[in-house]
């Protein structure tokens, strides 16, 4: 079955850095987009990255372009978000999901890895 | 990009029929009809229930109905029952090539 999994997540300072991965099995990872979404405690969520399954095509919300970057090994079934500058506010649960094609939505989510930013 | 904007909070009884408004711009929801609209229990991650304003994955419940007017997208749900207890988020593609959402609803089953 489809199932993405994500890890990475921990405690890190305010203006550091963090590298999350999402792990994907059960589809075919190179012929499919993907998606960060973030959630922080207690709140909605909020959409952060698209990624092209070719890595030609990405996207970013406002709030996060030029510290994240997204990107994927299709060689490893990996996608990845590196965070850098990170602010206290961005304390969340971050999740991957599978994008379902032509369709503009996110059609499988993860379980989420928790990001705390905290001095 | 301003998120959409949902009731915080909706309620019915079981066997009702409630429903959840979504309203955005014509930069997202009356731009085009990639409205989805997402489902999530407390401590879980977000299931998709609704796509393309109308669509129903493949193991939903027909229980749930999306629909579109204008830039207000609706979600629909009938015959109410206590698993259905949960928070909905609408979502949208925009003019930007980003993507929305709207700030939850929490629907309590009485």
């Known amino acids: 079955q489809v199932q993405v999994v994500e890890s990475g997540g921990g405690a890190v300072q305010p203006g550091g850095s963090l590298r999350l991965s999402c792990a994907a099995s059960g589809f075919t990872f190179s012929s499919s987009a993907m998606h960060w979404v973030r959630q922080a405690p207690g709140k909605g969520l909020e959409w952060l990255a698209f990624i092209s399954w070719d890595a030609k095509t990405i996207y970013y919300a406002d709030s996060v372009k030029g510290r994240f970057t997204i990107s994927r090994d299709n060689s490893k079934n990996t996608l990845y978000l590196q965070m850098n500058s990170l602010g206290v506010e961005e304390t969340a649960v971050y999740y991957c999901?599978?994008?379902?094609?032509?369709?503009?939505?996110?059609?499988?989510w993860g379980q989420g890895t928790l990001v705390t930013v905290s001095s | 990009q301003s998120d959409l904007t949902q009731p915080a909070s909706v309620s019915g009884s079981p066997g009702q029929s409630i429903t959840i408004s979504c309203t955005g711009t014509?930069?997202?929801?009356?731009?085009?009809?990639?409205v989805s609209w997402y489902q999530q229990h407390p401590g879980k991650a977000p299931k998709l229930i609704i796509y393309?304003?109308?669509n129903r994955p493949s193991g939903v419940s027909d229980r749930f109905f999306g629909s579109k007017s204008g830039y207000t997208a609706s979600l629909a749900i009938s015959g109410l029952q206590a698993e259905d207890e949960a928070d909905y988020y609408c979502s949208s593609y925009t003019t930007s090539t980003t993507w929305v959402f709207g700030g939850g609803t929490k629907l309590t089953v009485l």
């Open positions: 999901a599978k994008d379902r094609p032509s369709s503009w939505c996110l059609e499988y």
């Open positions: 014509t930069s997202d929801i009356g731009a085009y009809n990639h």
């Open positions: 393309e304003v109308i």
